[in-house]
């Protein structure tokens, strides 16, 4: 499907429709709870309505996802569009569970749904390691810094101030390098679980000062694989069956979605952030027949063609500003080799503009890595609590994961 189609769709969303659509749920149905009759109120189609309303809402929302440039694909901006999608999905479905309780407990949709809190839980190691991911790309930040720091234009740029950026670009080049080893599963992974989304006392200060600038702090075991994460999220993932569809009174097709939408974000997160042995050969197929597969699998050809390029086939991570910061290293790797002291006039100004490059960089990471993160951790505790939910109006045990 061409991208223009999805560049042009009228299907874009505003954030206000979104709350629309949450707030038109709880107030058509706040009679209802997963904790009430087991008898809901079906009159007048209100099942229908709503089961239509959650594919419509979904569909739009990837609509809008993929209308997104190639240039835009993948950035940082995108991957928060991505998760603000999912966490409008996530409580539109929250709300219908809620709504149609009843039928939730009855069989097959309270084992359904019971699989699907189980896929959940998977997503949280991979919240844990998207965020140490994100804590990365800081440390990269941070070395970035140092070389505009060091190439002031405010001052006189002299050798001395040379080999300080030269030194901050060595540690660059080598703690990439280190972390496309560590991902590809070939390097010498220096995780061990110590931190935790719902631990006090976490702050991003706490660095490994060693030669390759590894993070000593992470969430995930040593062993710990994102690729197999994803392959176990998405095991056995099959749409329901017609005999499921009616003995679930249809709830059992919003199911298939929101398991659909929770793999491909995951995917698309580990596409974009540097974690734990990524791999994104993961099976994703789902019927075309839904109105939102369409723009989904259009979403997910795109990432992986972009993944195939050859400047992209060995990198860390496929997020537009990590091909930034490699771009603009590779660049002041170069100019730094080539300088001559005194500096040229012309040199002077070619050094002038390779900084600010550098420093537009630095700027777009430092505006958008925390609330990057802060979402990730919203989609964390999100799932938490649709999980406890869940389980305790299920009756089903809730063990601390």
Known sequence: MPATEYQNSSSTLS?????????????????????????????????????????????????????????????????????????????????????????????PMDRMVTEYFERSVKALDVCNAIRDGIEQIRQWQRLLEIVVCALDRERTVAEAQFRRAKKALIDLAIGML?????NSGTGSSLAHRNRSFGRSGDTHHHHSHNHHFRSLSWSVSRNWSAARQLQAIGNNLTPPKAND???????????????????????????????????????????????????????????????????????????????????????????SDSVQFPLTQKKEVEVMQRVKEVSEVCEALKNGLDPLEQQVREVFHRIVRSRTEGLDSLGRPNFAE
């Not at 089961?51 to 694909?73: G, I, K, N, Y």
């Not at 280190?178 to 560590?182: C, E, L, R, T, V």
């Not at 989904?296 to 500003?321: D, G, Q, T, V, W």
């Open 15 to 107: 954030f206000s429709h979104i709350g629309r659509s949450i707030l038109s749920l709880r107030r058509d149905h706040q009679v209802h709870s997963m904790e009430g009759s087991t008898t809901p109120n079906y009159q007048n189609g209100s099942l229908d309505r709503d089961l239509e309303s959650f594919q419509r809402l979904v569909t739009e929302l990837f609509h809008d996802l993929a209308s997104v440039s190639q240039d835009d694909l993948l950035s940082l901006s995108w991957v928060s569009k991505l998760l603000d999608s999912f966490l409008c999905c996530h409580e539109n479905f929250r709300m219908v569970l809620h709504s149609y309780g009843g039928q939730v407990l009855k069989s």
């Open 245 to 335: 569809l009616v003995a679930s009174s249809g709830l059992a097709q919003p199911l298939y979605t929101m398991n659909a939408v929770l793999l491909f974000v995951m995917w698309a997160l580990v596409a974009a952030i540097p974690c734990q042995d990524r791999g994104l050969q993961v099976h994703f197929s789902v019927p075309r027949h839904f109105s939102w597969a369409g723009p989904m699998l259009f979403l997910h050809e795109r990432i992986m063609e972009e993944s195939k390029k050859r400047e992209r086939k060995n990198a860390c991570a496929l997020l537009k500003e990590i091909h930034q910061i490699e771009k603009c290293a590779r660049v002041m790797n170069e100019l």
């Open 178 to 182: 280190d972390d496309k080893d560590s």
